[in-house]
C-alpha cells in the first residue's frame, strides 16, 4: 500500500486547508484510516480517524469542530478538511492506514501504512 499526502502549505489563523491522500495498491474501504500530525520536538498525536466499517469518525480535542475526515471511495483518496487553523496545528501531517479494533484508532503503533507527511504552517 502506498499513501500521498498531498495539500500543506502556509496559512494564516483562520483559514483553512484541505490535505488528500491518495491511496494505490489498496482500496481506501479496505482499511480504517487516521491522520496524526507532528510538531517540532513533539510526539506523533492522534489527529482523526475514520472506520472502515460504518465511515464512523473520531476526532482529537483539539481539533474537534474544526476538522472532518472523509474518504472517496471512487478517488481512492482520504481526506482531512481542516478550518478556523491556529498557530498550535502547525506541524507535518501525516496519513496512515491500520486494520485495528477500535480501541487502538489513536495510537500511531497500530497503524501499517504511512504517507510521507505534508507541512502545515499557520502564522498568527
Known amino acids: 500500500v502506498q499513501l500521498q499526502a498531498s495539500g500543506g502549505g502556509l496559512v494564516q489563523a483562520g483559514g483553512s486547508l484541505r490535505l488528500s491522500c491518495a491511496v494505490s495498491?489498496?482500496?481506501?474501504?479496505?482499511?480504517?484510516w487516521g491522520w496524526f500530525r507532528q510538531a517540532p520536538g513533539k510526539e506523533r498525536e492522534f489527529v482523526a480517524a475514520i472506520r472502515r466499517s460504518g465511515g464512523h469518525t473520531y476526532y482529537a480535542d483539539s481539533v474537534k469542530g474544526r476538522v472532518t475526515i472523509s474518504r472517496d471511495n471512487s478517488k481512492n483518496t482520504v481526506y482531512l478538511q481542516m478550518n478556523s487553523l491556529k498557530p498550535e496545528d502547525t506541524a507535518v501531517y501525516y496519513c496512515?492506514?491500520?486494520?485495528?479494533?477500535?480501541?487502538?484508532?489513536?495510537?500511531?503503533?497500530?497503524?501499517?501504512?504511512w504517507g510521507q507527511g505534508t507541512q502545515v504552517t499557520v502564522s498568527s
Open positions: 496512515a492506514a491500520s486494520q485495528t479494533v477500535l480501541s487502538g484508532t489513536y495510537d500511531p503503533e497500530n497503524y501499517l501504512y
Open positions: 495498491g489498496r482500496t481506501v474501504s479496505q482499511y480504517n
